[in-house]
């Protein structure tokens, strides 16, 4: 398993890095199981959900939020990964404002997406390993993937009640942060050919035209 600090922009000086000692090697599903614990069946602040992930800020930020948005039900996040995304690219600790911070997660829910992400997590952690790493630890190359990133979120942020309109730009969210927070390129190539996939299916609504959109919002009513 990666040892996985967190992804900054700006970086720490080569003699830094050199002098400094390395984050210890947790593993993300045992800081999941840690927050289980800590919630105890009560509903958890959002920002004490953000504070219970010191170690890798943006990445694994992006990898819990993004991940509920992909599945088929519905949790208003959007908003809270464009934050983080805008702080990954100027390179600061993600900062969000009190309203969001304060909003309360129900235990159940909180329960429901962490046991999935685990089990995904299980499957993946076997196919993520630290490749081309110019993808996910280039300080540019980085704020390209915070501006990527900012764009899906906003895209998730349409209040469109189609189903799998908020899954499909989601995923390659998911896909990106995951290969920031293991350091694997070929990840994020797969986030950004997901992202044809998002093209692809907004575009499809757009040439449906405004007829098409509301019988597809009939269907899905």
């Not at 105890?40 to 943006?58: E, W």
């Not at 390179?91 to 685990?118: C, D, F, M, Q, T």
């Not at 895209?155 to 899954?167: E, G, Q, R, S």
Request: glycine residues 8%; contains cysteine.
């Amino acid at each position: 398993m990666v040892n996985r600090s967190s992804v900054q922009p700006d970086g720490a000086k080569k003699g830094t890095r050199e002098n400094s000692a390395p984050d210890p090697p947790v593993a993300l599903s045992q800081d999941i199981r840690v927050l289980l614990e800590r919630a105890d069946g009560k509903p958890m602040a959002f920002g004490t959900i953000l504070n219970a992930f010191p170690r890798r800020t943006h990445a694994m930020l992006l990898v819990f939020l993004s991940f509920p948005m992909c599945l088929p039900i519905t949790i208003p996040l959007g908003a809270f990964v464009a934050f983080v995304a805008l702080f990954l690219f100027i390179g600061r600790p993600p900062w969000i404002p009190r309203r969001l911070r304060e909003k309360k997660i129900p235990y159940a829910r909180l329960v429901s997406v962490s046991n999935r992400l685990l089990r995904t997590l299980a499957r993946m952690e076997r196919l993520l390993h630290p490749r081309l790493e110019v993808l996910s630890g280039n300080t540019y190359v980085i704020r390209i993937h915070a501006v990527t990133i900012f764009v899906l979120a906003l895209i998730v942020v349409l209040p469109l009640p189609i189903f799998f309109a908020n899954m499909v730009a989601a995923l390659p969210i998911f896909l990106i942060a995951l290969g920031l927070l293991e350091r694997d390129g070929y990840f994020i190539i797969a986030g950004y050919v997901a992202i044809s996939l998002t093209v692809a299916y907004y575009g499809g609504l757009a040439l449906l035209g405004r007829e098409g959109f509301e019988h597809l919002l009939r269907l899905g009513g």
